[in-house]
């Protein structure tokens, strides 16, 4: 099963056909085990990477550290599930440092930033406190490189 999970997330839109051959065993195999991982939760679903910059998607992602007050008995998991149901959060991650939570904003615009982080995540009892970081530039995203090697953006400058 290992073998599989692996080849689905390099590349989930290989047929059951191909990936049955790079494993040796039989078509219906792959789907059944497929089939046995979604059930299970195992595989919680399949993405594709966009490059926004080649498809000129005029959107911000941001970073966002988040300190909390955890809850006895509960530790991060309260604020971190009430976090993630916000339809603005892709991700939301325990992170170690000076912050306890990172949460991922994706494909809204600098303004949808700002006043989530000001009117919706801050408020929340348990924050303490936030720190926003905006992503400029993706040079690699789920293991896939988003840049050109060959093309470089900077000017000639002589003196």
Same mark, same amino acid.
């Given at each position: 099963?290992?073998?599989?999970?692996?080849?689905?997330?390099?590349?989930?839109?290989?047929?059951?056909?191909?990936?049955?051959?790079?494993?040796?065993?039989?078509?219906?195999?792959?789907?059944?085990?497929?089939?046995?991982?979604?059930?299970?939760?195992?595989?919680?679903?399949?993405?594709?990477?966009?490059?926004?910059?080649? +498809?000129?998607?005029?959107? &911000? /992602?941001?970073?966002?550290?988040?300190?909390?007050?955890? #809850?006895?008995?509960?530790?991060? *998991?309260?604020?971190?599930?009430?976090?993630?149901?916000?339809?603005?959060?892709?991700?939301?991650?325990?992170?170690?440092?000076?912050?306890?939570?990172? +949460?991922?904003?994706?494909? &809204? /615009?600098?303004?949808?930033?700002?006043?989530?982080?000001? #009117?919706?995540?801050?408020?929340? *009892?348990?924050?303490?406190?936030?720190?926003?970081?905006?992503?400029?530039?993706?040079?690699?995203?789920?293991?896939?490189?988003?840049?050109?090697?060959?093309?470089?953006?900077?000017?000639?400058?002589?003196?």
């Amino acid at each position: 099963m290992e073998k599989l999970l692996s080849i689905i997330e390099k590349n989930p839109r290989l047929s059951n056909a191909e990936m049955a051959i790079m494993l040796g065993v039989s078509e219906d195999e792959v789907k059944k085990d497929i089939a046995t991982l979604e059930e299970s939760g195992i595989i919680k679903g399949y993405r594709t990477i966009v490059d926004k910059d080649k +498809a000129n998607i005029q959107t &911000v /992602s941001a970073l966002i550290e988040i300190q909390v007050k955890p #809850k006895s008995d509960y530790g991060f *998991e309260e604020i971190a599930e009430r976090i993630s149901n916000f339809d603005e959060v892709e991700s939301v991650y325990l992170i170690s440092g000076g912050y306890d939570l990172c +949460a991922l904003v994706n494909n &809204v /615009s600098f303004q949808e930033v700002a006043m989530f982080v000001a #009117k919706r995540l801050s408020s929340l *009892e348990d924050v303490l406190s936030c720190a926003t970081h905006f992503i400029l530039k993706r040079y690699k995203e789920q293991d896939v490189i988003l840049f050109d090697a060959s093309k470089d953006d900077r000017r000639n400058i002589s003196l």
